[in-house]
């Protein structure tokens, strides 16, 4: 099995920038895709990067292409979102995912993922 901790979320103003952590412990050479979604009250998880394990071949959602990169430093298992200029559209509680398959099967499909961290608040403020 495989667990997941994210850390790094916090309060900012509009235009700011956050960096989330996903640490990955457990059976990690099992991880094929990792991934990281968003949710609003009332919503369900919106997936917004995802990142082929090790592979570097990264997607990102249109709402943050340009303003959001995911990278991973295998070595430490560790997946990052790095989020500049942030808006306060972006306010919710960020989660990463992980599953055994490659994310052109899992992306995008929250449903899919089969492991999940525990969530971080991310709040932007205008």
């Known amino acids: 099995q495989v667990q997941l901790v994210e850390s790094g979320g916090g309060s900012v103003q509009a235009g700011g920038s956050l960096r989330l952590s996903c640490a990955a412990s457990?059976?990690?050479?099992?991880?094929?895709?990792m991934a990281w979604f968003r949710q609003v009250p009332g919503q369900e998880r919106k997936g917004l990067a995802h990142?082929?394990?090790?592979?570097?071949?990264?997607y990102y959602h249109d709402s943050v292409q340009g303003r959001f990169t995911i990278s991973q430093d295998n070595a430490k298992n560790l997946t990052y979102l790095q989020m500049d200029s942030l808006k306060p559209e972006d306010t919710g509680v960020y989660y990463c995912a992980a599953d055994r398959r490659p994310c052109a099967l899992v992306a995008g499909a929250a449903h899919r993922f089969s492991t999940w961290g525990q969530g971080t608040q991310v709040t932007v403020s205008s």
């Open positions: 990142i082929n394990n090790g592979r570097e071949k990264t």
């Open positions: 457990g059976n990690v050479d099992t991880v094929q895709c």
